[in-house]
């Protein structure tokens, strides 16, 4: 099953990003070459530019505060497990220590580095990270690979409060939506959102031997969802066909 999600506020959109990124510089960083730990680099710069957001810190730390309450409403609910409520709640004190410690911006001790920061200035540019225009990176990539990764490392962990909070955020906010099978006539899906409840993500699971792709739009009143044909050759077009897929509302 591919798994498709939306983000119904900036917010969460964000979130998604930095998850993105953040996955995708833990695989750069495991791997041994040159080439992949230059793109490790420029994953951190992304995270950067993605993390300057001024109230991006505050958000999460609100939202850490929220999920805190939310967990203790459920103490003495005998269908909740206290050791387990207890675990949840504890990771969620660790990381609003954690990421409430760090001074600034996620990141702004690395804009220390000038090294660092005069190949973040080239990477934006095409071609901009050749040996002559930086010699000094174009020698670090040839440093051997445990002594690059270490580095990586040490640059990345900077970013590690803020990575643990937002995977630890969005997993409680997944763990609070209940799948449901839902049906689309002739490929197309309007469903109405139940008032009193603003939802944060949608997520939509179909079987990819369908050869669809979903285009999915929603408010706080609705959500709708549009399958299309993906071509050979990369185009999307409309499909007329009734499908099933599993669909999944967060709040």
């Known amino acids: 099953m591919i798994l498709y999600e939306y983000p119904f506020n900036e917010r969460i959109r964000t979130y998604l990003r930095l998850e993105h990124l953040f996955r995708r510089l833990g695989e750069l ?10 793109f490790a680099l420029t994953t951190i710069f992304e ?12 958000d999460v730390l609100k939202d850490i505060e929220k999920q805190k ?16 409520l207890d675990a949840v709640v504890a990771q969620l004190d660790r990381c609003f220590s954690t990421l409430n410690a760090q001074i600034g911006k996620t990141g702004q001790t690395l ?7 005069s190949i973040r200035s080239r990477s934006g540019i095409p071609g901009g990270t050749c040996g002559f225009d930086l010699p000094s990176y174009y020698a670090w990539q040839h440093r051997p690979a445990t002594e690059r990764q270490q580095a990586l490392e040490g640059w990345a962990s900077t970013l ?17 939506g209940v799948p ?13 959102l139940p008032q009193g409840r603003t939802f944060q993500l949608l997520r939509l699971r179909i079987d ?19 399958l299309m044909h993906q071509l050979p050759e990369g185009p999307l077009q409309a499909s007329s066909e009734d499908a099933v897929f599993e669909l999944t509302l967060c709040a």
């Open 208 to 226: 990819p031997a369908l050869g669809l792709v979903p285009e999915i739009s929603g408010n706080r009143l609705m959500v709708s969802v549009r």
């Open 29 to 38: 960083i495991a791997r041994s070459h040159a080439l992949d730990h230059h």
């Open 69 to 84: 309450h939310v967990l203790d409403g459920y103490r003495g609910n005998p269908a909740i497990s206290e050791a387990a």
């Open 160 to 176: 590690a409060p803020l990575a643990e909070s937002i995977y630890l955020l969005l997993k409680l906010l997944r763990d609070a």
């Open 47 to 58: 995270i950067m530019d993605v993390a300057a957001r001024a109230d991006l810190k505050s």
């Open 111 to 117: 804009t220390e580095n000038e090294w660092l920061m």
């Open 180 to 192: 449901q099978k839902v049906a689309a006539e002739r490929g197309q899906l309007q469903q109405n």
